[in-house]
């Protein structure tokens, strides 16, 4: 498990740290952390022409340390300090000391032009709101320039507790991040601007968080977002023993499709069929389509609630404006995934009223919608949006999108996905996920592990499908096999 810390945290752990270590020895260990990287991404140290953009707080003052350390080895670094009235001042006597060329506002142009690395010490953690000039004016032109850009602790512009950037950002090729990950490392649009992001141990000591749907708020020492890997899949995956038969390994139901829209059930049931379900029932008015496409579902002509045993039921997908069999689905006391047009037609106070397990699978325009705002503001800041609406519903969400989010309906650590793949930003393929998660959940998985888990193998299947040209979202469901044996290690 990947786990990120909020700013908060993060330096209430450094303060402990700090007063246990020599002074200065943890930006010593940052700035070391910092110059292997940028020789890596060098190469040849000797004789490389090095330009730190220099801010005025501590993440200048590491800049400055990996500056004379790069200088010690014969690259030739300037510095350009955007406030020399208040830069970091030990940092600075050591670049010097080094041989470090110490550059005005006005040169930063030039010797930007030759740069073979830009090194972003502009702010760190510290960074409030969108970057102010002349920071703002100096990044937009070195996007222009072409030479990789390390960021320090992360992109300064992306606020490190969400993600969010506001205006001008840095776009880092590498962010070196010191301790731990911060959320705005693993969520976009932060993830995007912060390249492959290296982790340098710094000595801090942080636990490890309470998941989504798992009980207990965030709260200091906790884990403010968390990313699967592959053991973390792995141990959840419901693989069947030798005592399994089909209803112990889950029957999920699935209501989706309509006439306007059948193709949307037959990719739910495709998704829920390779998504490790003993049975898939479908109920809805596609029942044609979907038998043609999977003699293997179970089709019944009524009501959900007189389907027959089901362990999750899905529903949504394609419903059109159809809410038939929804109150059904809503009034079960089975784990229940809400998709697409099942979001809007439910009633949301039964769904708030649901004793059994809720998962609501909305993209950012869905989520919007339910939350009464424009969809831009849910992309903006998508922690906060998935963190609000799980709150208001009293259920797990799972927000699509760039980067996949699942919250519980009572706080704790926000789960990530790190498989996504903008391939997968094709139609249909959001009804594959609800049928693959809703196959989850019937396999007794919790709601946050049934999102988290589906949607890891959801990405990976994208992958696996896309290979680097475009495909369909039938594609995408036929590639759930070959995810789900990755993540085993077969
Ligand atoms: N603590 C530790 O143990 C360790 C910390 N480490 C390092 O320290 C970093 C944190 O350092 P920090 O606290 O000094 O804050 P930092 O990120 O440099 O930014 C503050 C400065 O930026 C300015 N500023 C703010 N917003 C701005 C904006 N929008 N646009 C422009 N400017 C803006 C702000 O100015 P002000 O708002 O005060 O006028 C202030 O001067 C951390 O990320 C890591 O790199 C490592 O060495 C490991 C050990
Ligand atoms: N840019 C992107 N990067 C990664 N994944 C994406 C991106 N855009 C969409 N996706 C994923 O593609 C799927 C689309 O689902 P959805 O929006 O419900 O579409 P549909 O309703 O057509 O099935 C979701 O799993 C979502 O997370
Ligand atoms: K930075």
Redesign the pocket.
């Known amino acids: 498990m990947r786990t990120a810390y909020t700013v908060e945290t993060v330096r209430a752990a450094e303060r402990e740290l700090m007063a246990r270590v020599p002074e200065g020895a943890l930006m010593q260990r940052a700035a070391a952390g910092l110059a292997v990287v940028c020789a890596e991404v060098l190469g040849k140290v000797y004789g490389s022409r090095v330009v730190l953009l220099v801010g005025s707080g501590d993440n200048g003052g590491d800049a400055l340390f990996a500056g004379a350390r790069l200088a010690r080895r014969g690259a030739g670094v300037s510095a350009v300090l955007l406030s020399p009235e208040r830069v970091h001042a030990g940092g600075l006597a050591a670049f010097r000391a080094a041989g470090g060329r110490v550059v005005a506002g006005e040169g930063a142009e030039g010797v930007l032009r030759g740069a073979d690395l830009v090194v972003d010490g502009i702010v760190g953690i510290g960074g409030k709101g969108g970057l102010r000039a002349p920071a703002s004016q100096l990044v937009s032109s070195v996007r222009a320039l072409g030479a990789p850009v390390v960021a320090v602790d992360l992109p300064s512009g992306v606020d490190a507790d969400s993600g969010v950037v506001v205006g001008e950002a840095v776009r880092a090729d590498v962010t070196v991040t010191f301790g731990v990950y911060k959320p705005g490392l693993l969520i976009d649009p932060g993830r995007e601007y912060a390249g492959v992001v290296r982790l340098v141990d710094i000595g801090l000591e942080l636990g490890v968080g309470v998941g989504a749907g798992g009980g207990a708020g965030a709260g200091v020492g906790e884990a403010e977002v968390e990313a699967f890997q592959y053991a973390d899949v792995a141990s959840l995956l419901p693989l069947p023993t030798g005592e399994s038969d089909k209803y112990r390994r889950g029957v999920v139901g699935i209501v989706a499709g309509s006439a306007r829209y059948p193709g949307a059930a037959v990719l739910a049931v495709g998704g829920a069929l390779r998504g490790g379900a003993g049975a898939v029932r479908y109920v809805g008015r596609a029942a044609d389509a979907v038998i043609a496409r999977f003699p293997e579902a179970l089709v019944s002509a009524g009501p959900p609630s007189k389907a027959g045993r089901v362990q999750a039921w899905v529903a949504g997908?394609g419903l059109g404006d159809d809410a038939e069999g929804l109150a059904d689905v809503v009034g079960a006391d089975v784990p229940v995934l809400i998709?697409?047009d099942g979001l809007r037609l439910a009633d949301a106070a039964a769904v708030r009223g649901r004793g059994a397990p809720t998962l609501l699978t909305p993209?950012a325009g869905e989520a919007a919608a339910l939350l009464g705002v424009a969809r831009e503001e849910v992309e903006r800041g998508r922690l906060a949006a998935v963190r609000e609406l799980a709150g208001r519903y009293g259920a797990t969400v799972l927000l699509?999108?760039?980067t996949?989010l699942v919250a519980g309906p009572d706080g704790g650590a926000v789960r990530v996905n790190p498989t996504?793949?903008?391939w997968?930003?094709?139609?249909?393929?959001?009804?594959?996920?609800s049928g693959l998660a809703g196959a989850l959940l019937a396999a007794g998985l919790g709601a946050g592990d049934a999102g988290a888990v589906g949607?890891y193998l959801?990405?990976l299947a994208?992958r696996h499908a896309a290979d680097g040209a475009p495909v369909g979202?039938q594609d995408v469901a036929e590639a759930i096999p070959a995810a789900w044996r990755d993540v085993r290690g077969d």
């Open positions: 997908p998709d697409a993209h699509k999108g760039s996949t996504g793949t903008p997968l930003a094709t139609a249909g393929s959001g009804d594959v996920l949607a959801h990405g994208g979202a």
